[in-house]
């Protein structure tokens, strides 16, 4: 199981802060995080995203790095602290990993997270707004940023 939350960065941080509880065994998962930058009334639609993925190298520590589409990636950072529950994950991903210097300005980031849980039975893809292929901004969630802590979220619904 995961909880996660996310944070905008401001006054110097210019990026975003993630924090996410997995429990469980987890030592050998890793994750995938997919953003999709353009303006709200585009979210949902096919277009172009950026990602960053984390896991264990092989001496053990976890490294997240950048996908492709991302020419920057200044100041990303991981820490993966092993925890009596499973792990706790704290994240930075710059905004220039999304070729952003803030926030977009519509209030809105199109957002995708990708778990792989490998267990004895094999991996279990654990997907947050996804429906089954991770690589397409289709299906991917939003991050409003929020400007008083009682402001409603959007809500999204799929017919198939």
Known sequence: M????AKAGKD???GIFFAIKANGAVDDDNFT????TRKSELLGTPGPYYWVSGNKDKSGTFKVSKGETSKKA?????K???????????LFIPYDLMELTAWPESGDLGFSLWWNHKGSNGVTHLMWSEDGHPWN????????LAKQPDE????????K
């Not at 995961?2 to 939350?5: A, H, I, Y």
């Not at 901004?137 to 409003?144: K, N």
């Open 74 to 78: 200044t100041g990303l950072d991981c």
């Open 152 to 159: 409603k979220m959007p809500w999204m619904v799929r017919i």
């Open 2 to 5: 995961l909880q996660w939350s």
């Open 80 to 90: 993966w602290k092993k925890t009596e529950y499973g792990a706790f994950v704290e």
């Open 12 to 14: 110097g941080k210019d």
């Open 33 to 36: 995080m997919f953003f999709d």
């Open 137 to 144: 901004t289709r299906w991917y969630g939003v991050i409003r």
